[in-house]
């Protein structure tokens, strides 16, 4: 079964520089959330689309930006990147919004900010 | 606002032994939980989740864990564990009551690790 797939899996950058993660849901999954999880945390969530509208915002920094496009992918785009923002960055898919609606997790984009 | 508290960051435990992780949230309205596992360098995956109906919920790989409302708790448990169980296990709760507000709120985890 297709799964979601996000890109790239690894990505290295330096303090100030700019970065951007890329999602690909599972087919007719029309909701996209984006979770953030630092070294030995849990998962924080980010932020979220349903049908190409932003529906949910977390604790997401200003330096970040996300949207989803027509054919429901999702990218996050990351400015003036601090070493505190080194992390695995998680997407997940679900048919429908609803908090009965399984989110499926990708495999996790590590960013390492040097 | 809802949030998770699993009790113990660490469970070691010996392989065919019985294990129980801890999870209790708090909350304003009534909630959905879960259960995630996440393997060494892996994403996350659902073990179970409760929604509403029966207390005791059944998941993947033998796990299953049960809802008490008047404790607000929502341990998981596996009769007889395998080296293969080793991983992280994150306890999470989202609203149920609509809106828009559908994200998870997850536990610090917990990491069982089994040992021969």
């Known amino acids: 079964a297709a799964g979601v797939i996000q890109s790239p899996r690894h990505l290295i950058k330096e303090k100030r520089e700019t970065a951007t993660l890329k999602c690909y849901p599972i087919p007719r999954h029309d909701t996209v959330y984006w979770y953030q999880q630092g070294p030995g945390q849990d998962p924080q969530f980010l932020i979220s689309f349903y049908e190409k509208m932003q529906s949910d915002k977390g604790s997401i920094p200003d330096r970040f930006s996300a949207q989803q496009f027509s054919d429901y992918h999702s990218e996050l785009n990351m400015s003036s990147l601090e070493l505190g923002d080194s992390a695995l960055y998680f997407c997940a898919s679900s048919l429908g919004p609803g908090s009965d609606s399984e989110q499926f997790f990708g495999p996790g984009t590590r960013l390492t900010v040097l | ?116």
């Open chain 2, 1 to 116: 606002a809802q949030s998770v508290t699993q009790l113990d960051s660490q469970v070691p435990v010996f392989e065919e032994a019985p294990v129980e992780l801890r999870c209790n949230y708090s909350s304003s309205v009534s909630v959905y939980l879960f259960w995630y596992v996440q393997y060494p360098n892996q994403g996350l995956q659902l073990l179970l989740k409760y929604l509403s109906g029966s207390t005791l919920v059944k998941g993947i790989n033998g796990f299953e864990a049960e809802f008490n409302k008047s404790q607000t708790s929502f341990h998981l448990r596996k009769p007889s564990v395998h080296i293969s169980d080793t991983a992280e296990y994150f306890c999470a709760v989202s609203e149920s009551s609509g809106g828009s507000n559908y994200k998870l709120t997850f536990g610090k985890g917990t990491l069982l690790t089994v040992n021969p």
